[in-house]
């Protein structure tokens, strides 16, 4: 069974710093896309930044430069390291892991950041 396992979400105050990560299980990792979305109340669901199985990695616009999308092969984890945090930036983040050739993926549970003095 698919399971996507997220941890490291919390409180923060403006400028500071998380990393999110997503422990991935009954999954081939090393050939699906990984991706990090968040969603804060009353707003649609969006991309954050996404990962292929070969690294080339995508971030939009508004976290370029502040965010990093990762993987670890070893550990069948992706991480979103957050750095300069805003307001803004507060939502429910979920982890979703998609073959490259699919339109739908599996989702995990979401983890809440909030960015807050």
């Known amino acids: 069974q698919v399971q996507l396992v997220e941890s490291g979400g919390g409180l923060v105050q403006p400028g500071g710093s998380l990393r999110l990560s997503c422990a991935a299980s009954g999954i081939i990792f090393s050939i699906y896309t990984m991706a990090w979305f968040r969603q804060a109340p009353g707003k649609q669901r969006e991309l954050v930044a996404r990962?292929?199985?070969?690294?080339?990695?995508n971030h939009i616009d508004s976290v370029k430069g502040r965010f990093t999308i990762s993987r670890d092969s070893a550990k069948n984890t992706v991480y979103l390291q957050m750095s300069s945090l805003k307001p803004e930036d507060t939502a429910v983040y979920y982890c979703?892991?998609?073959?490259?050739?699919?339109?739908?993926?599996?989702w995990g549970q979401g983890t809440q950041v909030t960015v807050s003095s």
């Open positions: 979703n892991a998609r073959l490259p050739t699919a339109i739908t993926g599996s």
């Open positions: 990962i292929s199985p070969g690294g080339t990695t």
